[in-house]
C-alpha cells in the first residue's frame, strides 16, 4: 500500500532550523503534487507550502513565506520542508501530502503520519 513516511521534526530554540522530510512508496511520486500541512490541537489542518509534479511550481502560505522552502527529489521519491528562522508559532504536526486528479476526475490524495515540531527556549 502506499506510504508516505515523515522524518526530521524534533524540538528547536526559536530562530533556529530544521528540514523535514517525508519518503514515498508504491506510487508513482513524479505524478503527485507534494504538499506539507501542519495541525494544532483544537484548530484545523492548514496547507504551509506545495509543489506541483513536473514544472514544480511552488505555493506557500502566507505565515511561512520568505522562511520555509519546499523542494521534490524525484529519483528519491522524497519531499522536503527546509523551515528557517522558526517561531513558536509554527509549532504543530506536520503532515505530508500526495495528491493527483486522473484524467477521468478521480481523486487520489494520501497522508503521512506526522511528525512533531518544536518551537520553544
Known amino acids: 500500500q502506499v506510504q508516505l513516511v515523515e522524518s526530521g521534526g524534533g524540538l528547536v530554540q526559536p530562530g533556529g532550523s530544521l528540514r523535514l522530510s517525508c519518503a514515498a512508496s508504491?506510487?508513482?511520486?513524479?505524478?503527485?503534487?507534494m504538499s506539507w500541512h501542519r495541525q494544532v490541537p483544537g484548530k484545523e489542518r492548514e496547507l504551509v507550502a506545495s509543489?506541483?509534479?513536473?514544472?514544480?511550481?511552488?505555493n506557500y502560505a502566507d505565515s511561512v513565506k520568505g522562511r520555509f522552502t519546499i523542494s521534490r527529489d524525484d529519483a528519491k521519491n522524497t519531499v522536503y520542508l527546509q523551515m528557517n528562522s522558526l517561531k513558536p508559532e509554527d509549532t504543530a504536526v506536520y503532515y505530508c501530502?500526495?495528491?493527483?486528479?486522473?484524467?477521468?476526475?478521480?481523486?487520489?490524495?494520501?497522508w503521512g503520519q506526522g511528525t512533531q515540531v518544536t518551537v520553544s527556549s
Open positions: 508504491r506510487f508513482t511520486f513524479s505524478n503527485y503534487a
Open positions: 509543489i506541483t509534479g513536473g514544472a514544480g511550481t511552488t
Open positions: 501530502n500526495a495528491d493527483r486528479t486522473s484524467r477521468l476526475g478521480i481523486r487520489y490524495t494520501y
